[in-house]
C-alpha cells in the first residue's frame, strides 16, 4: 500500500455551469490579466479532475498557490480571483527643506 504525503493531497470543486462559462471565457479572452486568467485555469484543471501536483506544474505555481487561490473561490466565487487593488507608493518630495524655505 503506497502512503499518500501531506495532510491534504486531493481537493475537488465542483463549478456551477456559470463559473465554468465564465473561466472559460477568461481562458481565450485577450484583455484580461494573466494572473486572473490564471487561476481560472487552475479551477478548470481542478474541476476536471487533475491533481494538484500536476496543476501546480502545468500552470508554473506551486502547491501553496493553488490551495489558496481554491480557498478563495471556494469563500468568495469568482470574484474573488481578481487581483486586490494595491496601494500606491507615496511620491518622494521633490522640494527639498532648504529649497522650501525659498519658495
Do not use: H, N, Y
Amino acid at each position: 500500500m503506497k502512503r499518500q504525503r501531506g495532510p491534504r493531497t486531493r481537493l475537488e470543486i465542483c463549478l456551477t455551469p456559470q463559473d465554468r462559462q465564465t473561466l472559460e471565457a477568461w481562458q481565450r479572452a485577450s484583455t484580461m490579466p494573466v494572473g486572473q486568467v490564471r487561476r481560472g485555469r487552475i479551477l478548470l484543471l481542478l474541476d476536471a479532475g487533475v491533481p494538484i501536483t500536476q496543476i501546480a506544474a502545468t500552470v508554473g505555481i506551486s502547491r501553496k498557490f493553488v490551495d489558496k487561490w481554491v480557498a478563495r473561490f471556494q469563500a468568495q466565487g469568482v470574484g474573488g480571483l481578481a487581483d486586490l487593488p494595491r496601494p500606491r507608493p507615496a511620491r518622494r518630495r521633490r522640494v527639498t527643506a532648504g529649497r522650501e524655505d525659498e519658495l
